[in-house]
């Protein structure tokens, strides 16, 4: 169990997608830039298996954008997406309607 305090640190936004690329050498990791309303990101994801790039340009998602960066298949990974996953299924966490990017998720 987490704290309401430890809970209110995480900064949980709605991001666009503008660009979504696989990683050579890689089956599962897609390289994603995403629009944080103003600002810019490069999130890497593991979603290859259950989808392909072309199908999530202009998706809206909710991402983790106070995540420390992290290093994948020397990428940098600036902030990590919300998705709901079972045992062969994955369903990326998006917003009901459309809203603006940088939106902060409440």
Partial sequence: MITYEDFKKLDLRVAKILAAEKIENSEKLLKLLVDLGGEKRQIIAGIGKYYQPDELLNKQIIIVANLEPKQLMGEESQGMLLAAA?????????????????????
Avoid: Y
């Fill in 86 to 106: 079972t045992e062969g299924k994955l369903s990326l966490i998006v917003p009901e309607k459309e809203i603006e990017p940088g939106t902060l998720v409440k």
